[in-house]
């Protein structure tokens, strides 16, 4: 599946507690994005990076933080968890074709803030 | 700001009834992406609609983009119990290959 793990898988944490996310793809990609799923909301983009320390923010950005030492890593921070912050986050990388590109999706990581 | 919407958010229908999928956006798109779900998975690549009008088939599946470049809408004819999950269209600006994702259409075979 184009080579994309996240790590953890699931995690459970307490509130205010930092959690950090790992997203590791061995394709080479440029583009990689952190989504989160809720019901109701379908994914919503939290940030992307378009290269090494290029990271911009989504519609989503509020209570994260993103990395990207490494073209393969892409790391989500959640400095001080909050409930509102439970939810399953996915992370994808844009394969480029034509006049935009298919993402890639990793497994996802299940986060449970208590 | 720009939104895709999507529905219905739910559809449940027997085995061998169609299914159709509707998505809207508030301003242009550039192109725009289906994806499926499958329950406890992580969203697959369907298809992606850039041109004005166009329509594409996958098997019983048929995707249309509208002229407008503004809506789009995905079918399946004859439903099956493999084609369960959740379906998303996700559409793009132009803007860094970022995607905004409509709310996805549950989709429940019953056999």
């Known amino acids: 599946d184009a080579g994309i793990t996240q790590s953890p898988r699931h995690k459970v944490t307490e509130t205010g507690t930092p959690v950090t996310l790992r997203c590791h793809q061995t394709?080479?990609?440029?583009?990689m994005y952190w989504y989160r799923q809720d019901p109701g909301h379908g994914l919503r983009l939290i940030h992307y990076?378009?290269?090494?320390?290029?990271?911009d923010k989504g519609e989503v950005s509020d209570g994260y933080s993103v990395s990207r030492s490494k073209t393969e890593d892409f790391l989500l921070t959640l400095e001080s968890a909050t409930s509102s912050q439970t939810s399953v986050y996915f992370c994808?990388?844009?394969?480029?074709?034509?006049?935009?590109?298919?993402?890639?999706f990793g497994p996802g990581t299940r986060l449970t803030v208590t | 700001g720009q939104q895709v919407m999507q529905i219905p958010q739910y559809q449940h229908v027997q085995e061998g009834e169609d299914f159709t999928t509707y998505c809207n956006s508030s301003?242009?798109?550039?192109?725009i992406q289906w994806y499926k779900q499958r329950p406890g998975g992580h969203p697959v690549f369907l298809i992606q609609?850039?041109?004005?009008?166009e329509v594409k088939k996958q098997k019983r599946l048929t995707f249309q983009f509208g002229e407008a470049k503004k809506n789009s809408s995905l079918h399946i004819t004859a439903t099956q119990t493999t084609d369960v999950g959740t379906y998303f269209c996700?559409?793009?600006?132009?803007?860094?290959?970022?995607?905004?994702f409509g709310q996805g259409t549950e989709l429940s075979v019953k056999p």
């Open positions: 994808a990388i844009l394969a480029p074709s034509g006049a935009g590109g298919e993402q890639y």
């Open positions: 990076s378009y290269g090494v320390k290029d990271t």
């Open positions: 394709e080479n990609h440029r583009y």
């Open positions: 609609l850039v041109k004005s009008g």
């Open positions: 301003t242009t798109l550039s192109n």
């Open positions: 996700a559409g793009s600006y132009n803007q860094g290959g970022k995607l905004i």
